[in-house]
DNA sequence: ATGATTTTTGAATGAGGTTCATAATTGCTC
DNA sequence: GAGCAATTATGAACCTCATTCAAAAATCAT
């Protein structure tokens, strides 16, 4: 029963991946599995259920990434920063991915889908939570950050929402261009820089020194994402 | 025949607040206001392309509250800080707004309106940010930003992703309480003085001293939002 | 083998976005 | 002001799907 739920999933995601979005018709994926469409409606409620669920499924792939940096044998603030670079990673591999999880935490899209999905949803998205609050708590330990006003979730929930709303302005073609915001992943890697700084989250890093940062950059790819192509890395000198 | 368009988008905005987005629907629009569906088919190539244009002309009532920022007689800093704040409370005031917003400005929905659409909506968005980067120059000027890696609309991109990520994360009903994070507006101050700090813009916050942080939002709301209800008012004590 | 229960099916339903042939109106000329 | 051309408005018809549900098929229990 899982199984099949799972393979509807694959599929949906192969339409999607070829079609978008909006194109994926609920009787063509029915089709393509070899179901009746009453079968593909006894797994989800709704289409929008279905595209919950889709979201929910690939956080996985998401978390495999963030969990190299976690587990990196650096400092704190590195570590961090590489869940920054995880994430851009990420959404430059999968810009499918990121569409529907953007499309999916709309309000209009996230409210249709059941409340049991939701709950999954929510329940799968706790691992890479609990990775970037790990990342914290040694942070805290090792003495690299000193605030006391803030619990582990609520100090990272900046660095969280600026992610978040990079790759929403990022996604709204023409936006930043429109504000002359060009490297908009490579602006994000300096502000992110900036607010670790102003949270005094240990080592500083001078912000007025591009080729510190980029040295940075270069060998977080190098040590944890050396199979992504340089192409992908948002340094100074690249145009992405 | 601008005058309809205005019309029409008056009336779709009411419908919209009464049954919400994807309770929109031509047909009924049309009728409401006694037009035929062709007429209304005239004026926008989609639905989609009428919701762009609904988003777009919201961002005027947006641009008054951050005026008021812009012109306060006050550090640069407390005006950036006010126009953070009022993006909070015109967000909690019209949460129909960002809800529209963040859905149009979804990859999915975006791309699905006439280009021409597009075009006005970036344009219509520029006046927002020409007024965040008048301040930037303001505080260049005066000497309380001395960083010279970014111009004055990259400067700030970090603080506009945090933003609009705070508000996405918040209109996902459930996320943000599932990993712990209450109070994310009260959060989003918190962070953006963070921020602020990072990029070294005078005068510093202390970050530990959450009295003075409260002082700073009560003076904004007395000097430049007291028609806001305080309980819209994202300070420590109270529970937003 | 037979009846009961569960699962699957896919045609039918219905909702609603979009189109386009027709009708109405406006504008122009003599 | 009559006649004609050009423009604009109309809304029924069309079409695309998501969703449902009565009937058929498969499975299980005795």
Redesign the pocket.
């Known amino acids: 029963m899982a199984e099949?739920e799972a393979f509807f999933l694959d599929h949906a995601w192969a339409m999607i991946q070829n079609e978008g979005v909006l194109?994926?018709?609920?009787?063509?994926l029915a089709h393509r599995c070899?179901?009746?469409?009453?079968?593909l409606?006894?797994h989800f409620?709704?289409?929008?259920d279905l595209l919950v669920a889709l979201a929910t499924r690939s956080v996985g792939q998401r978390l495999s990434l963030y969990q190299r940096a976690a587990a990196w044998q650096a400092p704190t603030r590195f570590r961090i920063l590489a869940v920054v670079l995880a994430d851009i990673l990420f959404a430059q591999q999968s810009p499918e991915y990121f569409q529907l999880a953007q499309y999916v935490s709309t309000h209009t899209i996230w409210m249709?889908a059941s409340h049991e999905r939701r709950e999954l949803a929510l329940e799968a998205s706790q691992p890479l939570g609990d990775l970037v609050a790990s990342i914290v708590q040694d942070a805290r330990h090792s003495g690299d950050m000193q605030d006391s006003q803030l619990n582990d979730r609520e100090l990272c929930s900046g660095l969280w929402a600026m992610c978040e709303g990079m790759h929403s302005l990022v996604s709204a073609a023409g936006l930043l261009e429109a504000h002359s915001v060009p490297r908009p992943y490579q602006l994000l890697i300096i502000q992110a820089h900036a607010l670790l700084n102003g949270l005094n989250w240990q080592p500083l890093m001078d912000l007025q020194d591009a080729g510190q940062q980029d040295r940075l950059l270069e060998r977080i790819m190098a040590e944890l994402f050396d199979e992504f192509p340089l192409s992908a890395c948002p340094a100074g000198s690249s145009p992405v």
């Open positions: 099949r194109n994926l018709q609920m009787a063509k070899e179901y009746s469409v009453g079968t409606y006894q409620t709704s289409k929008e249709a």
